[in-house]
C-alpha cells in the first residue's frame, strides 16, 4: 500500500523560508523519480519540482526555480523541498509522489498534504 507522509508547513512571511519533508515506503521510494506537487485553491495541482534516482538530476517548475531546491534522503526514504525568498503566490498545500515523465503522477494515492501559506 502507498502511503506519503507530508509536514513541514507552516505560515510564513513573504520572503521567508520553509523545508518540507515527506517519508513513505521504500518499496515506493527507491528507484523512482519523486517530486512535489501543490495545490492552490480554485486550481489544478501542478508539480513544482522532481529528483530522479537516485538524486542525479532535478527539474523545477519556472515559477520555482531558483527558490527551491528538492532533495532525498535515500537511506530514509525521505523527500525534502527547501524552500527560500517565499511568495504569497507559493500559498497552497503540498504532496509528494512519484513522477512519471515531466510531471504526471506515478501513484494514484495522495497523502493529507501540508499546508504552506505565505502571507504578503
Known amino acids: 500500500q502507498v502511503q506519503f507522509v507530508e509536514s513541514g508547513g507552516g505560515l510564513v512571511q513573504s520572503g521567508g523560508s520553509l523545508r518540507l519533508s515527506c517519508v513513505t515506503s521504500?518499496?515506493?521510494?527507491?528507484?523512482?523519480?519523486m517530486g512535489w506537487f501543490r495545490q492552490a485553491p480554485g486550481k489544478e495541482r501542478e508539480l513544482v519540482a522532481h529528483?530522479?534516482?537516485?538524486?542525479?538530476?532535478?527539474y523545477y517548475a519556472d515559477s520555482v526555480k531558483g527558490r527551491f531546491t528538492i532533495t532525498r534522503d535515500n537511506p530514509k526514504n525521505t523527500l525534502h523541498l527547501q524552500m527560500d525568498s517565499l511568495k504569497p503566490e507559493d500559498t497552497a498545500v503540498y504532496y509528494c509522489n512519484g513522477v512519471r515523465g515531466t510531471n504526471t503522477p506515478l501513484f494514484n494515492y495522495w497523502g493529507q498534504g501540508t499546508q504552506v501559506t505565505v502571507s504578503s
Open positions: 529528483i530522479s534516482w537516485p538524486g542525479r538530476n532535478t
Open positions: 521504500r518499496r515506493t521510494f527507491s528507484f523512482n523519480t
